[in-house]
């Protein structure tokens, strides 16, 4: 019976409208330090791109709409998040930050999210991507979001953002659920192009274009 409830539609609801708040309520008493300024300016006022991090940083990166909503972002922004029930949990809660879901998987095949998102891109949204989600490996890119990139037409703007203290979860990714009235730093690096006819070779350039980006984000958060 608890196990049933616990499941239930209502307490997921429930569950993913509280997370929401949270992870906004810790947005708001960090103190923030924005490195690459003129590229999240650029992404607020441009167009159509996918916003590309690690897995890890999800619970913190709500700074970089929010971020992206001040300085005059219009744009619909879609994200993929995975069919499981983890992942279920964590679409509604992004639903709750006014942010749309398409359900699938980047690193499982996830041919029906990838063209979702294809499709919102194609009507003019921005998209936002985990290339190491759901299930890793960690910081590792699948090939999915290159492949997006290079049939859209688009750039892959790679973003992280780091908050200390946090919580580190015993999970694949590490994942750090943040504490709120600690330091925080959002970065967002160059945007990077995927040619068409080789987005295999973008690959590398999108793992260490996000790998830098969280390790910029960590020593600002820190120091």
């Not at 970089?64 to 744009?75: C, M, N, Q, V, Y």
Request: proline residues 6%; glycine residues 10%; charged residues 20%.
């Amino acid at each position: 019976m608890l196990k049933r409830i616990l499941q239930s539609e209502a307490v997921r609801g429930g569950t993913a409208w509280l997370a929401a708040r949270y992870v906004v309520f810790v947005s708001r008493t960090t103190r923030w330090h924005v490195e690459g300024e003129a590229e999240l300016r650029e992404f607020a006022g441009g167009p159509p791109c996918i916003v590309a991090f690690w897995h890890e940083s999800l619970p913190s990166m709500p700074m970089f709409w929010l971020s992206a909503k001040r300085l005059g972002l219009r744009r619909k922004a879609v994200v993929l998040a995975s069919r499981h029930r983890d992942g279920r949990l964590i679409g509604q809660a992004v639903e709750n930050l006014g942010i749309e879901v398409a359900a699938g998987s980047s690193s499982r095949g996830g041919a029906a999210g990838l063209r979702a998102l294809a499709r919102a891109l194609a009507a003019g949204a921005h998209v936002g991507i985990t290339p190491d989600g759901p299930r890793g490996p960690r910081r590792v890119a699948a090939a999915g979001t290159a492949q997006l990139a290079a049939l859209a037409g688009v750039k892959v703007l790679p973003c992280a953002a780091f908050i200390a203290p946090a919580r580190v979860l015993r999970s694949w990714d590490r994942m750090r659920l943040p504490l709120p009235f600690g330091r925080g730093a959002l970065v967002c690096g160059a945007a990077v192009a995927v040619p068409r006819e080789d987005w295999r070779g973008a690959l590398p350039a999108i793992e260490a274009a996000l790998t830098a980006a969280l390790a910029r984000a960590e020593a600002a958060a820190r120091c």
